[in-house]
């Protein structure tokens, strides 16, 4: 656990680690998502298939919320990233605890991001299988 104990240095290593982690993911977020909104829009879909239309629209919708978040996150981490730099600027134990906080904080909302957009996928690749053509 990441505390009082380490040192700027292990604690900037930890952080930027987890940094490259976080954007590795939303990468993938974004392939994801490129091949979910190909999905949703293809004409691959049993007819008369009880509202169709309506769910599709559902997930699209939501699709676009996750891609605003993905966006934001992909901004939030360049910006985050410069600033780990001024780990190695603190002087006094406030300063560490800023640094400390704030990557709690953003690791909190990944992570609950995270869980909650491979939920969404597979809510839509089950709805998809359900009524595919096949």
């Known amino acids: 656990m990441l505390g009082e104990q380490n040192t700027?240095?292990?604690?900037?290593?930890?952080f930027h680690h987890d940094a490259q982690w976080w954007r590795t993911a939303v990468g993938y977020f974004e392939i994801d998502t490129h091949f979910i909104?190909?999905?949703?829009?293809?004409?691959?879909?049993?007819e008369?298939?009880?509202?169709?239309?309506e769910r599709l629209q559902q997930f699209k919708h939501e699709l676009s919320i996750r891609n605003r978040t993905i966006k934001n996150f992909k901004k939030e981490l360049?910006?985050?990233?410069?600033?780990?730099?001024?780990i190695l600027e603190c002087q006094?134990?406030?300063?560490?605890?800023?640094?400390?906080?704030?990557?709690?904080?953003?690791?909190?909302?990944f992570e609950k991001f995270y869980t909650s957009?491979?939920?969404y996928k597979t809510n839509v690749f089950n709805y998809i299988a359900g009524v595919l053509l096949v």
């Open 92 to 109: 006094d134990i406030s300063c560490d605890t800023y640094y400390l906080e704030n990557h709690k904080d953003l690791k909190n909302r």
């Open 48 to 53: 008369n298939t009880p509202n169709l239309f």
């Open 78 to 86: 360049e910006v985050y990233e410069t600033k780990l730099m001024g």
């Open 37 to 46: 909104k190909w999905l949703l829009s293809t004409k691959i879909y049993k």
């Open 8 to 14: 700027q240095e292990e604690l900037l290593t930890a």
């Open 117 to 119: 957009f491979n939920a």
